[in-house]
């Protein structure tokens, strides 16, 4: 079965902490990965995708195949952070994206 | 380009209403997407529509809920009658497979409340 799974519904860190949310997948393939986030009452946009091997606002995320995870980090978390989190598993050639119930982020002064 | 975009942002209706959410997707996208937001389940699929053909309803959660897509331009998901318990954030979301990444592009969604 294809799922996507963060466990934490809440991460709570203060300003300046390394932060990390966590993801994991089950996909029989070869899995492609997102992290989407959804700033208070906007949309969702796209933060990264492991295919591009990117650091977006210092954010990064590597996709480790052994442990089934394509956890979220951040060395020093920003109050600007603060936000939901969604990861996402695209589901084999069809362009639908699996995702994860989501950790809503709270980055505390 | 303007991005998705979704109407109506906001609607307060009473149970047993009719619903219509409109989409109107990024040219060019050949995937569209409707998806449920609660607090209680996350994001849900309701359904997605490949070249204006719907591919997967098996979100949908019951007979009350239809969605059409006429034209790669307009798609409509529609709730009749309507309950409390579906009052939610709907978003609509686009992309194009194979390209940008297979990027999903979301609308700002309409929030539903039924009372």
């Known amino acids: 079965a294809q799922r996507v799974t963060q466990p934490e519904k809440l991460l709570s860190v203060f300003k300046g902490a390394p932060v990390e949310l966590k993801c994991n997948y089950s996909y029989s393939g070869s899995p492609e990965l997102f992290w989407y986030v959804q700033y208070s009452r906007q949309r969702l946009q796209l933060l990264l995708r492991h295919i591009s091997r990117e650091s977006i606002k210092g954010f990064t995320a590597d996709l480790n195949k052994g442990e089934t995870s394509f956890h979220l980090k951040k060395p020093f978390a920003q109050e600007e952070d603060s936000a939901m989190y969604y990861c996402?598993?695209?589901?084999?050639?069809?362009?639908?994206?699996?995702f994860g119930q989501g950790t809503t982020l709270q980055v505390k002064p | 380009d303007a991005g998705v975009i979704q109407s109506p942002r906001h609607e307060v209706t009473e149970m047993g209403q009719e619903v219509t959410l409109r989409c109107k997707p990024i040219s060019g996208h050949d995937y569209l997407f409707w998806y449920r937001q609660t607090m209680m389940r996350g994001l849900e699929l309701l359904i997605y529509f490949n070249n204006n053909v719907p591919i997967d309803d098996s979100g949908m959660p019951e007979d009350r809920f239809s969605a059409k897509m006429p034209n790669a331009s307009f798609s409509t998901l529609k709730i009749q009658p309507s309950e409390p318990r579906d009052s939610a954030v709907y978003f609509c979301?686009?992309?194009?497979?194979?390209?940008?990444?297979?990027?999903?592009?979301f609308g700002e969604g309409s929030w539903l409340t039924v009372v």
């Open positions: 996402a598993l695209k589901s084999g050639n069809t362009g639908k994206l699996i």
């Open positions: 979301a686009g992309g194009q497979l194979y390209s940008s990444g297979n990027t999903i592009y």
